[in-house]
């Protein structure tokens, strides 16, 4: 590899995600232990899947740019999509209990991800403690978010699109992005399926916020015009 090349590749030290990914709250020299078995895969395209229901358990896996969805499957065989993923969010804890994962991850466009390799997860926290904490923290913030969507899944349409909008404005400006302008990633019938509403309640309510002047829509692409006004409506 040129000297070139390795200034230009992306690393723990220099990931503009270090904070809230694999190496948030590490030491620069815990974070070079952890580089050194940290995997960056190759770019998936949209529809690819990270890992499928069932797979075998082969590692934590960290988006680093690009969106994807977590799926569960039902026993009646229905898809629900559980949450969009975005760069810096760790998936794949559900796995460790039986080294299988529970969900399916796809991409919803390029996606590219780094991999801890499930080999080396016991042999990294014991060689850093403080990993395994972080760890429980990734997994404590992801048990948050699927309470925090059990609980609004049972308020009105309008509630669940505001807190929907908000929550994915909240995660995307902690990141580093527009908490003002973004991505929704869903279509309409995705964003219907994660909020267990009808496509139709879906474009209504959206149009119904943009009617307001709370929000702007170009497609998947949504800009907050009044946060205020969508916070109230989840109170």
């Not at 994962?101 to 990294?124: F, G, H, M, N, W």
């Not at 990141?175 to 309640?201: K, M, P, V, W, Y």
């Not at 702007?216 to 006004?229: C, H, M, Y």
Request: charged share 30%; aromatic share 8%.
């Amino acid at each position: 590899m040129t000297t070139l090349h390795k200034k230009l590749q992306v690393t723990c030290h220099n990931c503009g995600f270090r904070t809230v990914c694999f190496p948030r709250g590490l030491t620069r020299e815990e974070v070079s232990q952890l580089e050194d078995v940290v995997e960056r895969r190759k770019a998936l395209r949209k529809g690819e899947f990270l890992f499928r229901a069932a797979d075998p358990f082969h590692g934590l896996i960290a988006i680093k740019s690009g969106t994807a969805k977590l799926i569960y499957q039902d026993d009646q065989g229905e898809e629900h999509i559980l949450q969009v993923l975005l760069p810096g969010e760790v998936v794949g804890f559900d796995a460790l209990a039986d080294n299988r994962y529970r969900c399916s991850a796809q991409a919803l466009d390029t996606v590219s991800y780094c991999e801890l390799p499930a080999k080396e997860i016991s042999r990294i926290c014991f060689r850093i403690p403080t990993m395994l904490g972080e760890m429980l923290r990734h997994a404590s913030d992801a048990l948050a978010s699927q309470r925090d969507q059990t609980v609004f899944i049972k308020k009105p349409a309008e509630e669940r699109l505001a807190a929907f909008l908000l929550d994915l404005s909240r995660r995307y400006a902690f990141r580093g992005f527009s908490g003002e302008e973004f991505s929704i990633g869903l279509t309409r019938q995705e964003l219907g399926n994660h909020l267990d509403l009808a496509l139709a309640t879906v474009s209504r309510t959206l149009k119904q916020f943009e009617r307001e002047g709370w929000i702007e829509l170009d497609g998947k692409r949504v800009r907050i015009l009044d946060r205020d006004a969508l916070a109230r409506l989840v109170g």
